[in-house]
């Protein structure tokens, strides 16, 4: 089985050569690599030019493409010039575990399966990044492998399946290959879960980016018509705390007021509880209600604007 590694960069000199080790350390190796440059303008393309790899296969070479877009544009592109039948998917910013190829290709030897989802974990650095994988990746005591949906940060499938479901949608800037996934659903294609298929995420190093990788995501879903029930249920909880500020300013009343204080006491410690397990560092009491509100800030800002133009 011939296999093809793609990723997209744009601006991205300070990780890529972290995914490039990690390429040229598989175990398994990748008959055809290509990596499409979005139109970088700081020194990825040189990164990715001048690289030093040592393999036993003294074939691999790095085929750069150049195409101003999108990372669906990129996708696509490094696809349709692809030579092999199973592309494997991955992103800058992850650093891949060394038998990820094996892994996430594996399934593949059953003739019947169309795409194979891999897994993601945290790579944090620092307690704030430890707080933050929780709110963004699916930790693994929560993995359902029957409805898991695949993510380009690792993934992997048939190039025929990509064409059945007309490629990465390039409309969508944000979260498009959460839609190429709904897509492979729809299309009744059958998908796997790897959870040996391991690439670790290098999550964002303040809160400034976090907010804004948030309202990336939120304006994303909304804009391709994607409503989580979490962030009804989100946009329900504030407009009722909304509701009760603007009847305490009306009548002054106590009662108000003390349900006001209890519901955020209650809220603090919520997002607490629900993943002081996953750090399990004193620092986390601080850290995680911080997040936990900028993350629905961001989240309401993000969606609100995300509808704004769609229905424009």
């Known amino acids: 089985m011939k296999v093809s590694f793609i990723a997209t960069v744009y601006n991205e000199e300070s990780a890529i050569k972290q995914l490039l080790k990690s390429l040229f350390s598989q175990s398994k190796f990748p008959d055809e690599i290509i990596i499409v440059d979005g139109g970088s303008t700081d020194n990825t393309v040189s990164e990715i030019s001048n690289f030093k790899f040592s393999t036993p296969n003294k074939k691999a070479k790095i085929k750069l493409i150049f195409k101003k877009g999108n990372r669906s544009v990129g996708r696509n592109e490094a696809i349709e010039k692809s030579n092999n039948e199973i592309i494997v998917c991955s992103d800058a ?44 990746l699916v930790m693994s ?55 040996k298929a391991i690439v670790y995420w ?28 979490k962030v009804i249920i989100l946009f329900f909880r ?49 850290l995680l209600p911080l997040i936990q509100i900028t993350s629905d800030i961001a989240v309401i800002c993000g969606s609100t604007k995300g509808l704004m133009r769609l229905f424009s």
């Open 93 to 136: 910013g992850c650093i891949l575990d060394e038998n990820w190829i094996k892994n996430v290709t594996e399934p593949f030897e059953n003739l019947k399966v169309d795409v194979v989802a891999g897994y993601c974990r945290g790579d944090a650095k620092t307690i704030f990044q430890k707080c933050l994988i929780p709110y963004v």
């Open 141 to 195: 005591d929560k993995v359902d492998g029957n409805n898991f949906l695949p993510a380009t940060r690792s993934m992997a499938f048939k190039k025929s399946m990509w064409k059945k479901a007309k490629g990465f949608p390039e409309q969508f800037s944000n979260n498009e290959d959460h839609v190429f996934a709904k897509r492979l659903k729809e299309i009744n294609a059958k998908i796997v879960f790897e959870k």
């Open 202 to 229: 290098m999550p964002r190093g303040n809160l400034s980016d976090a907010f804004i990788m948030f309202y990336r995501f939120a304006k994303g879903d909304a804009e391709s018509r994607i409503f989580r029930p």
């Open 238 to 286: 504030y407009i009722i705390g909304l509701l009760l500020v603007v009847f305490y300013a009306i009548s002054k009343s106590y009662i108000i007021l003390n349900t006001l204080y209890l519901i955020l006491l209650a809220y603090i410690i919520w997002s607490i509880t629900k993943n002081y397990k996953y750090v399990k560092d004193i620092r986390a009491i601080f």
